[in-house]
């Protein structure tokens, strides 16, 4: 019997791994089908986000695909800062670990919009190449 008891919880444990790994290759393939139009695109479990020409769209990830999409045009858009751990951090020196969001300050928006990232690295290389496009118009 106390073997029974012993391996009940690694039992409990592998199915509830199972079932997260399944959750997680749906929310993939959603993110699959939605990103098809889009440019450029990045998946990570806080946000998606995808551009397409001057539009950027981001939402959450879901199985049935992304939701509480919201989206914006680069042409509003008056500044780009990186926040780690909610403090300003230049986007050329970005640490590798931290909770990382992306806030583009905009015209038509009376608060900023903030988009997570789960690596600094990878917000940064979005602030980069979004800097590079807002230079260009």
Known sequence: ME???FWLPLLVLFFWLAWA????YQKLEAYK????PFERAKYDIYAVLGQKGRELTWGL??????VNLETVSLDGVQSIRL???EK???LDAAPTKGRAVLELAC?????????????PPLAA???HYLQENLQAQ
Not at 61 to 66: C, E, I, L, S
Not at 113 to 118: A, D, L, N, Y
């Open 125 to 127: 290389k979005w602030g």
């Open 21 to 24: 790994g399944w959750n997680e």
């Open 88 to 90: 300003a951090v230049a």
């Open 61 to 66: 990830p879901t199985r049935k695909g992304p």
């Open 3 to 5: 073997r029974g008891l």
């Open 33 to 36: 089908t939605w990103a098809e």
């Open 107 to 119: 015209a038509d928006r009376p608060q900023p919009v903030r988009i997570p990232f789960t690596e």
């Open 83 to 85: 926040l780690v751990n």
